[in-house]
């Protein structure tokens, strides 16, 4: 789908202004105020972030009760439950939060709910199994916040609930709005949820494994345990999993935690990681955030999806090499099998939408039997990238729809479920991300509410998608000190993207296909000229009409080939020229 391009404009006597206070190129002060970094302290904080940034954990609601519960827990010798998710941000969750206790004297053992047993979130099997053991204190991670009925049962029961998740709660108000951020929240001991702040914090913007690590350093600070500051730090490599899985803003404190995770998932010193690390080919000690996002995540995830994920918990709790190497195996088959069928659903997917045409509503809705309810929510997400508008993907069974939901800009996707909440047996999620059952008598008119209520967001007119570019250059202005540059600027991801340039009349030379639909060229303005590479963009190209000249947008790299280095362009999109 063609996109709108928008070059941001910043004020030349800012850029100037910070590049002389912060030391730093005009260049780079541009993309940093793009970033809304306008001060040199700022720039010293986001080029520089360390540990000593993180911020004060008792910021957060409900921290100061659930650690002193956590106290009484282990003098009274109290068996405790950690209540996890099955995907990459819940499974990290988890074994932060059994390493953090359990290194603090605690008797801990955990429970991960199983997708197509169990479906999502705190439900009454875990409290059936907590009774089972023994367990007198549960202690969610990225679940729970709207768990009611699971929160009033372990009461009965005589079972005491810590909730610590960053989804959003339930609305007060009938109609869904959360202003004043009244919120609804289970009866438990202590509810640890930045989304309860209203202060406008960037804790905010915590992933379940971030809230973990959070408890990890409140639990560190009480001078009662035996658990220390450094051993909370090392648990952020897990932390910073979760928080690249859950795809959160990396600003502020999550991109505190990214950094240190990082540098501790380089050196790979838990043997899980390493493990993960090996099978997925990763033999080089520095990573990107991007790469392990598109790696190791997924195969973590794998499991989630189409099998058990409790595994996961045991593998990177191991301290066993030869067991993590034989979890690893087993995650890399699961994941090339969950490939295999999020491919056939996408397909069936796309052949529904040929035969009803639904593809150009406000939403799209689709349901059928048998789909893997695994893979429903990457399927929403390739359909949604595609199509450009929300979508929502069901699975049918036993009466039963359940499914995933995924969005695009300006649409968020709770508050469109709460509005039609009534034909719904349970939803949950985020903005922009969310999981939805609902009996399959009202899938018609859930499709017909959810389409209203999307067109009444959005507006009549189809959602076009937009490009925002960073900068405008000249191609001499691209040198290797400028891509030494931008690298200041990792990791990047969500809230942080890579930084987009932007050229105009740049004449196309000796084009060609390489592997599978990706565009190699040479892009020539005046004297200069670069190698440009552009993956899956040979449709877009042919369907410009192969232009002898083009507009791009880009980011500058390095190419590192036989001992060499050389700069190229990797192309994010283009136009034709002028």
């Known amino acids: 789908m ?114 197509a047993v169990h479906g999502y979130g705190f439900n009454a099997a875990a409290v059936v199994e907590a009774k089972r053991k023994g367990i007198s204190l549960i202690i969610t991670v990225d679940c729970g916040i709207t768990s009611f009925d699971a929160a009033e049962a372990a009461a009965a029961e005589g079972i005491d609930v810590i909730i610590t998740d960053h989804h959003e709660p339930a609305a007060r108000d009938a109609n869904g709005s959360s202003e004043g951020r009244g919120f609804l929240v289970p009866e438990a001991l202590a509810v640890v949820n930045p989304k309860l702040l209203s202060d406008g914090s960037d804790l905010e913007f915590l992933s379940g494994a971030g809230v973990s690590l959070k408890v990890a350093q409140a639990v560190a600070s009480d001078e009662r345990l035996p658990f220390t500051h450094d051993d909370a730090l090392s648990l952020a490599d897990l932390a910073a999993l979760g928080t690249l899985a859950d795809v959160v803003p990396l600003r502020g404190e999550n991109r505190h935690i990214l950094k240190k995770g990082l540098q501790l998932l380089c050196d790979a010193e838990r043997p899980g990681v390493r493990a993960l690390k090996e099978v997925c080919g990763l033999s080089k000690k520095t990573l990107k955030a991007g790469l392990l996002a598109f790696t190791v995540v997924p195969r973590i995830n794998a499991a989630g999806r189409i099998s058990d994920a409790a595994d996961v918990v045991r593998l990177l709790l191991s301290g066993d090499h030869e067991e993590a190497a034989g979890l690893s195996a087993w995650l890399n088959g699961l994941n090339a099998e969950r490939q295999r069928i999020e491919e056939e659903v996408y397909q069936q997917a796309l052949a529904k939408l040929d035969e009803t045409g639904i593809a150009t509503d406000a939403a799209i809705v689709l349901a059928a039997e048998g789909w893997h309810e695994g893979v429903l929510g990457i399927v929403a997400s390739r359909l949604a990238e595609r199509f450009y508008r929300p979508v929502f993907v069901f699975t049918v069974g036993k009466g039963v729809a359940k499914g995933s939901a995924r969005s695009i800009p300006g649409f968020d996707l709770c508050a469109g479920l709460t509005e039609c909440r009534d034909l719904l047996l349970a939803y949950g999620g985020h903005k922009q991300a969310a999981g939805v059952r609902l009996k399959e008598e009202n899938i018609g008119g859930f499709e017909e509410a959810i389409k209203e209520i999307t067109r009444q967001s959005l507006g009549e007119d189809n959602p076009v998608p937009s490009l925002r570019i960073d900068a405008e250059i ?27 340039f932007g050229a105009k009349g740049l004449e196309v030379m000796a084009p060609k296909t390489v592997g599978n639909n990706h565009l190699k060229m040479r892009l020539r303005k005046g004297q200069q000229s670069f190698d440009a590479i552009g993956f899956g963009l040979v449709p877009l190209f042919e369907d410009l009409g192969r232009p002898g000249s083009i507009d791009a947008a880009f980011v500058p790299s390095v190419n590192e080939w036989n001992g060499g280095r050389h700069l190229q362009l990797v192309l994010r999109d283009m136009r034709p020229g002028g």
Not at 46 to 70: C, H, I, N, Y
């Open 2 to 115: 063609r996109r709108r391009w928008f070059i941001s404009r910043t004020n030349p006597d800012l850029v100037e202004h910070l590049s002389k206070t912060a030391s730093v190129s005009p260049i780079l002060a541009r993309l940093l105020i793009n970033r809304g970094i306008k001060t040199a302290s700022e720039v010293r904080d986001f080029l520089a972030p360390g540990t000593s940034g993180l911020s004060d954990p008792f910021g957060l609601p409900g921290m100061k009760q659930a650690v002193e519960r956590l106290w009484h827990a282990r003098v009274r010798n109290e068996r405790v439950l950690v209540h996890g998710d099955y995907d990459t941000d819940g499974l990290t969750a988890t074994v932060i939060m059994v390493q953090a206790l359990r290194m603090s004297g605690l008797d801990v053992s955990h429970f991960i709910p199983n997708r």
């Open 474 to 500: 000249e191609l001499r202005q691209i040198t290797h000190s400028l891509v030494r540059e931008l690298e200041m600027l990792e990791p990047f991801g969500c809230g942080n993207e890579e930084p987009l």
